[in-house]
């Protein structure tokens, strides 16, 4: 069983930045890939990003390519996402998740998710 709590989530302004973090807890947490997703008000939730369990390379949707930044600290059982030059469209509950690898959290195909933490990009 893992556990996974986000957060960092809040209201920001066009152009602003967030970093959002989702600390795990329970099994071990360094041999997991992680992700990011999120979900916007009537609309099916979408892959944004994830990490190997290495660390050692990192994907996107295109649609944050070059703004978002996955990482991840073993010490701490904590990835990140850090999120610069946000747009309204960014809205949305974002959703961190586990699984056995890369290809599985891009099909959205996690074994655990956490609760999501509200993102608000204003005009």
């Known amino acids: 069983q893992v556990q996974l709590v986000e957060s960092g989530g809040g209201l920001v302004q066009t152009g602003g930045s967030l970093r959002l973090s989702c600390a795990a807890s329970?099994?071990?947490?360094?041999?997991?890939?992680m992700g990011w997703f999120r979900q916007a008000p009537g609309k099916e939730r979408e892959f944004v990003a994830a990490?190997?369990?290495?660390?050692?390379?990192?994907y996107y949707a295109n649609f944050v390519k070059g703004r978002f930044t996955i990482s991840r600290d073993r010490g701490k059982n904590t990835v990140y996402l850090q999120m610069d030059s946000l747009k309204p469209e960014d809205t949305a509950v974002y959703y961190c998740?586990?699984?056995?690898?890369?290809?599985?959290?891009?099909?959205?195909?996690?074994?655990?998710w956490g609760q999501g933490t509200q993102v608000t990009v204003s005009p």
């Open positions: 329970g099994r071990t947490f360094s041999v997991y890939a």
């Open positions: 990490i190997p369990s290495s660390g050692s390379s990192t």
């Open positions: 998740a586990v699984a056995d690898s890369v290809p599985h959290i891009t099909r959205g195909e996690c074994d655990y």
